[in-house]
């Protein structure tokens, strides 16, 4: 399995989970309310109590009430429940359930579009007016309805949801002064959570978002999907979580998913971050993607031409590889030479990138073999989205994504996560960095390529491109 690049945003889920009564001695079990105020129909109830197999079982309370099955929502329930469970002793996990529980999700304005939030309040779509928004919004629509903006919503959700619930049990304790018990911590979160979403999503995708929600910037391997094939053969139905539902589960224990997700896994991480004086800039593009059917696109091809596919996907791998080793190289230049990274730093804040010389410096050096290469990262893109019929990196945001590459400053800029039209991503070297003394609030000053970037979405017509408030984050899942 091939590295995956994780640089990780501020867009957070903020999850409680408490209990709201005590247990009835009488009638074990419980009812769970699951509550999402951003969303018109975010609200699901769930009935748990032991069952003589899986140890406890969850069924949503009433198919009839006006709200859908939330997939995400049911099945990350499931797993950190039954997880809980076999942490806990049965008398223990069932008294700090009570007979009813209240789990409240909230997540971050970035994470959906906010147009109509300003539109509604006559504010015109700048980070400045986003600014000026509740950092929870109501969507002031359904969960189906929603424009997502391409962040990885579900899998920080299952994260946040499921470290929640892990936490309030004491099954995870992440934020302990004890580096090897948070360390134990995270990884029990972050494997739990990667079951919950690829028995929602009903395959082993990527991997990478649910790491990012937990482990903030790295680079990342993904677990080899022999990892969890037995437990989700045992979990699914058909093998398939489908676009029915939730999936139905097989009479697998509590003790059979602990098993699973507490057993050493051979996924990788290790640790990255944007140099310092470069600024992660996040557009919301008005058009949405299918990220399961954009996977399952590229995967059919993969299955149906592995020797077309798999020299494609190597030749990704060395520049990724490539992309990770000069980000590190630059890094260190900012931590050996303070003075000549001011001063590449200066050059390439002044210059589009097509347009550095690689002998101004050795760190200007460093910066052109970093844009050089993604370039060719997203020709290789394109050329998936050619072989696989499948819109990695769609002409429409080719063309955007090479007038950003035309602003002076900017490093690189392309498509997050699966790809397609949900947004783009764009690094800049920060002005303020770049001319460390200076006052670049001054009348006399030039606009940062922050603001060029800006101006760019702004005025861009094939399609509407609105500014996020997120920047880059070295972080991932924390108590708070």
Known sequence: MSESLVIGAEARF????????????????????????????GLWEFKVHPDPVRGVLVEPNDLSKNAPRNRYVEVALR??????????????????????????????NDFYSQREQLRARGLPVTTEALAQLDQFCDTLTTISEVHKTGLGSSAAMISSLVGAILCHFGSAKPESEDAAVASAALRLIHNAAQLAHCLAQGKVGSGFDVSAAVYGSH??????????????????????????????????????VYGCVAAPWDNEYSGVRLPPGCRLMLGDVDAGSNTPKLVSGVLAWRKEKPEEANALWDRLHSLNLRVQETLRAIDEASKSDSTEYAAALSICSKLPADQWDANASPTVSKFVVLAETFQ???????????????????????????ACLGVRGVVMA???????????????????????????????????????????????????????LSRQSDSGLRVV
């Open 79 to 108: 797993v950190a429940l039954m997880v809980c469970l076999a942490t806990t002793s049965s008398d223990t996990f069932w008294r700090r359930l009570g007979s009813q529980f209240h789990i409240l999700i909230r997540g971050h």
């Open 414 to 468: 392309g498509v997050p996560g699966a790809g397609g039209f949900d947004a783009i991503f764009v690094v800049v070297v920060e002005e303020e960095a770049a001319a460390p003394g200076t006052d670049v609030g001054a009348s006399l000053a030039p606009p940062p390529p922050r603001q060029l970037v800006e101006d760019v979405w702004r005025s861009w017509t094939e399609m509407r491109v609105g500014p996020l």
């Open 14 to 41: 903020l999850t409680s989970a408490r209990r709201q009564s005590v247990l009835n001695a009488s009638a074990p079990g419980a009812l769970v309310v699951v509550q999402s105020p951003q969303f018109r129909d």
């Open 219 to 256: 680079v990342y391997r993904r677990f080899s999907p022999a990892t969890i094939d037995s437990v989700m053969e045992r979990l699914v139905r058909d093998g398939s979580a489908g676009e029915g539902g939730a999936p139905e589960f097989h009479p697998a224990s509590a003790a059979d």
């Open 376 to 402: 060719q990262v997203r020709a290789g893109l394109r050329k998936m989205s050619e072989l696989a019929k499948v819109p990695v990196e769609p002409p429409e945001q080719t063309r955007l994504l090479d």
